[in-house]
């Protein structure tokens, strides 16, 4: 019954979305106010049926529905009850019914918050959305149907993968989705000022908030899977250059360049056009995204069951959205200049650079990534892109970017001297390459990755707090959420690039044998084996050793990773134990049993010296974005609104 | 152990592919660190032909097993690091190497990004220069 | 207006790539060997059923033979046994087994059990051999010709299209080899 519920809420808002992609659009065209607003009710019905369906689906897996097709294939009856409802997302339908609920949710939250936007411009922002939605609807109800019936259904159902059997899976794709999703918020402003006719470049000032945010939600998923594999897959990797990665990162460069161009096109009013281009491409690549992960063209670690049926109906879904917004681009983007001119050196010319590097990196993972595909369509044989390649292409191409970021925020719109902007920087410039000599000296990481990573990531930390000191000087108020943003997020560029130089230069790595009560020492740490047991959970059985790690004599911490076998899909997994810290995690993972009779195990130990700084500096990134989404500036002037004094004096700063 | 594996493999061969959970943990003799090292570099350079895109150093396939022992061997002999990316070549093709070669088949990889960036500055350089005209009018 | 429509033709260029990738999906997944029209590498390894004997594939130089990878932990070496056994029977050319990593009990039991159709088995225990002869996983079909080259190469089941296939390849080997 819930099944069949669900599939009608789905089916209603799928006529919603229909209604809502034609009549507001025909109301902006004619000038009909009563059709243009008809365009918020209907969001909140889509959202409504949207939730109702998710919901519905929720309550098949909480009840073990196994009539449900995908609830069998995913979910048992030993699985706890909060992995029966992230398990909603641990499967392709179900992932695609909560990538149309968020969607779904931002067009909700696009009606309610931009209301004293023009209307026809929003009815156009909430219809284009609404045409994304049709096609998601329609790809769930045609191909992928979370609601199909098993009948009769099995007395049990098989399982949720282990590997998402996990707290980090819980978040990793909602977030990750609620990026993908929210650049179509993006999309939609631009596509809406497309269709405007006349260069609406308001719409750029209007859209930043919800790109800025679409961008913070997809760094801290891309993160957040980072964090997982790191810890879940048991290799002590953070990023393998994957398919599947790729396929997220290359819209979160191209949002990353959005940003950036966004700024000059509100601020000064240039490229415009290069603008929606990128707003086009950031939800384009979301959707390629989409398309790569699921239809099975490359070969992935963790790609979905591919199905090319799938893989059909997003490419044209993709030939539809992305090649109507192009053909729309070609038509009506401005053909002449707009806005105001700038000089070589100006702040124009740095954000300018900045998506060149962008534009040409997320270029360079695209062509990596889809290069075994031109190869073998030019016949030349087969050959595999990896991690060395977009490895040495990625530092190539960021290195400029590291140098140039903190000359940014210093430097003035149209015109500006170079030596103005670099001069009252030449003080951190010339702490950081001190200190990071030092830092090296210190930590014993003599390599030249660690050296040059340390003096960017210094370099970009003290040249942004630099910044905000100046700015603390001059300004009595403090600087604006939006400034604050931007160092935050400048600053989190360089805690990571120090985590990265440390974890890939000074990385301790051993597979050893052990029995129990052996003990191994690692720079510094005695690593003891004490015993294996045996250990139960609630649908596992796994193997456990337990260890315990001194240094100099006194106990550090007693770590415990596993072995487990899953009952129900008799899968066995890795559980790795792991001490974080700040400058160095511990982290112990269990191989095989080499030897029953002994007991001796195969065992990995790594340590991991400032791993965390690269979590940690993506989430100043993201922080910093949010920061900045939420500055008064971008917030609409609501009738009436008494909190709305200040609002004037914070934005004359800028 | 093998017993368990293989089938598995043959799956895989067959399109119906089931992802190895397990990781490859292997205490080796090493003679050094340095080997060690080198052993770690190489074996994540080289690809797991049977893996859905693993390298020899993540798969806990028993070719990869076998792989990583030839690799083993090849540095206790003594062998450079091009000597064995050319075994491994001879053997499975440019396929099984992370860090495609710079060949005429690859010259738009390596050399594309950086022609994009080259366009990308001379473009950057046009723009600017349009730009600046508009500031003195 | 060339700048303004230059997504547009990138974009058809992607589109287009992604569809022709989507039709080569499948072929993709099988990497071709370059081993293919070299010499078959030289190696000896004892005969399953007389470990005592030890067989070179220099043995077969002069003639068009198949050598066939299979192991009896593999599902789908147990689908193809019946063509293998056509094979042999229709070519009218040796094939010779590849027993590869392999309990030397187990695969006499599985050969009990479904017939033992091959000429004689190699025996590969360890799996050193073939990785010189660049497999990578079961069953894998060679063919070799006279001149000791390996002209083709199988990955995969034989079904009835491969094995009709097959034989034609295995019909022109001779023809040269006799020409």
Not at chain 3, 151 to 161: A, C, F, Q, T, V
Request: aromatic share 10%.
């Amino acid at each position: 019954m819930i099944a069949e519920l669900g599939q009608v809420f789905l089916s209603l808002a799928l006529i919603l979305a229909l209604v809502l992609s034609t009549v507001p659009l025909y109301g902006a065209y004619k000038n009909r106010p009563a059709l243009m607003a008809m365009a918020h009710t209907l969001v909140i019905g889509h959202f409504v049926f949207a939730l109702a369906a998710y919901t519905a689906l929720s309550i098949a897996f909480f009840n073990h529905d196994f009539t449900v097709t995908y609830v069998a294939t995913n979910s048992n009856l030993l699985l706890p009850w909060y992995y029966r409802l992230s398990a909603v997302w641990g499967g392709h339908e179900g992932s695609l019914l909560l990538w149309i609920l968020m969607l779904a949710g931002w067009m909700l939250l696009v009606s309610l918050l931009s209301r004293s936007l023009p209307r026809a411009f929003i009815a156009r922002v909430l219809a284009v959305m609404g045409m994304i939605s049709v096609g998601f609807l329609l790809f769930t109800l045609l191909t992928s149907n979370p609601f199909d019936r098993l009948i009769p259904g099995p007395l049990d159902g098989q399982d949720l993968n282990p590997l998402l059997q996990d707290p980090g899976m819980i978040f990793h794709p909602p977030l990750l989705y609620m990026g993908y999703v929210g650049f179509a918020v993006a999309f939609g402003f631009a596509i809406a000022g497309l269709l405007g006719g006349r260069v609406e470049s308001q719409w750029v000032k209007w859209s930043r908030p919800w790109t800025l945010m679409a961008w913070a939600f997809l760094t801290v998923g891309i993160a957040l899977g980072s964090w997982w594999a790191y810890y879940e897959l048991g290799w002590g990797g953070w990023w393998f250059w994957d398919p599947v990665e790729n396929a997220s990162f290359i819209p979160w460069l191209i949002g990353t360049a959005l940003i950036h161009s966004q700024a000059v096109t509100e601020k000064r009013g240039a490229f415009p056009a290069w603008t929606v281009l990128l707003a086009i491409a950031a939800f384009s690549m979301s959707l390629l995204g989409t398309f790569l992960v699921r239809s099975g063209v490359l070969t992935s670690v963790h790609a979905f069951a591919n199905d090319p049926e799938r893989g059909m109906f997003i490419l044209g879904f993709m030939i539809v959205v992305t090649g109507g917004a192009l053909v729309l681009y070609a038509l009506r983007a401005p053909r002449i200049m707009t806005g105001k001119g700038f000089d070589f050196m100006s702040r124009e010319t740095l954000l300018l650079l900045n998506n060149v590097f962008f534009a040409v990196s997320a270029a360079m993972v695209l062509l990596g990534t889809l290069y075994p595909l031109i190869i073998d369509m030019m016949g030349w044989g087969q050959i595999s892109v990896g991690p060395p390649y977009f490895g040495a292409m990625f530092v190539l191409l960021m290195t400029p970017i590291v140098v140039l970021m903190p000359l940014g925020p210093f430097s003035r719109w149209g015109k500006d001297q170079l030596l103005r902007v670099v001069y009252p920087l030449l003080g951190s410039l010339a702490l950081s390459l001190v200190a990071a000599l030092i830092i090296v000296a210190l930590l014993d990481a003599w390599s030249a990755r660690a050296i040059t990573g340390w003096m960017g990531g210094l370099w970009l930390i003290l040249g942004s707090l630099h910044y905000l000191f100046d700015r603390k000087k001059t300004s009595r108020f403090g600087l604006p959420r939006h400034q604050l943003g931007m160092i935050m997020a400048h600053a989190g560029v360089g805690v990571f690039i120090i985590g990265v130089a440390m974890v890939e230069s000074a990385t301790y790595e051993r597979d050893v044998r052990l029995t129990p009560s052996e003990s191994v020492s690692i720079a510094g740490y005695e690593f003891t084996l004490q015993e294996v047991v045996s250990v139960k959970g609630q649908n596992w059985i796994a193997d456990e050793a337990r260890f315990a790690i001194t240094k100099d004599g006194e106990l550090v911490q007693e770590m415990a990773p596993q072995k487990r076998l899953y009952h129900r899909s008799g899968q066995t997994m890795t559980q790795v134990a792991l001490r974080p810290g700040v400058f160095k995690d511990l982290y112990i993972a269990m191989g095989e049993e080499l030897d029953a009779q002994s007991n001796a195990w195969s065992i990995r130990i790594h340590i991991k010296p400032f791993i965390r700084w690269i979590w940690g500096g993506a989430l100043l990134l993201a922080l910093g974005a949010t920061l900045a989404a939420t500055d008064r500036r971008y917030r609409l002037k609501q009738k009436q609104s008494a909190s709305d004094g200040l609002s004037t004096s914070a934005a004359s700063i800028t | 152990m093998r017993r368990l594996v293989l089938p598995l493999l043959c799956l895989i061969i067959l399109g119906l592919s089931q992802p190895l959970l397990a990781s490859a943990i292997e205490p080796l003799p090493f003679r050094s660190e340095l080997e060690e090292i080198r052993f770690k570099a190489l074996a994540e350079e080289i690809r797991c032909t049977v893996c859905q895109n693993q390298s020899l150093a993540d798969s806990d396939a028993p070719l990869a097993q076998d792989l990583r022992r030839e690799l083993f061997v090849m540095i206790q002999d003594g062998r450079t690091d091009q000597e064995i990316r050319n075994f491994m070549v001879e053997r499975y093709g440019d396929f099984v190497l992370y860090r495609p070669p710079v060949a005429s088949h690859t010259l738009l990889l390596w050399a594309g990004p950086i022609l994009l960036l080259v366009i990308g500055l001379i473009g950057s350089v046009i723009i600017i220069r349009q730009r600046r005209a508009l500031l003195k009018s | 207006m060339i700048r303004l429509l230059l997504p547009l033709i990138v974009f058809g260029g992607l589109v287009g790539l992604l569809l022709i990738g989507m039709q080569t999906a499948e072929e993709r997944k099988i990497v071709a060997s370059p081993l293919v029209g070299r010499p078959i590498p030289n190696f000896e390894l004892p005969r399953l059923h007389e470990p005592n004997i030890s067989t070179s594939t220099a043995d077969r130089l002069g003639e068009v033979w198949v050598l066939n990878v299979w192991g009896s932990w593999c599902q789908s070496c147990r689908i193809e046994h019946p063509y293998v056994g056509r094979l042999a029977e229709e070519s009218g050319v040796p094939v010779v087994g590849f027993n590869w990593k392999d309990e030397q009990a187990d695969a006499k039991r599985w050969l009990s059990q479904f017939g033992d159709v091959w000429a004689y088995h190699m025996v590969d225990f360890e799996g050193r051999s073939a990785i010189d002869l660049g497999v990578y996983g079961a069953p894998e079909t060679f063919l070799i010709d006279q001149r000791g080259i390996i002209r083709h190469k199988h990955i995969g089941p034989i079904d009835e299209s491969v094995l009709r296939d097959l034989l034609a390849r295995i019909d022109r080997l001779k023809q040269e080899a006799s020409s």
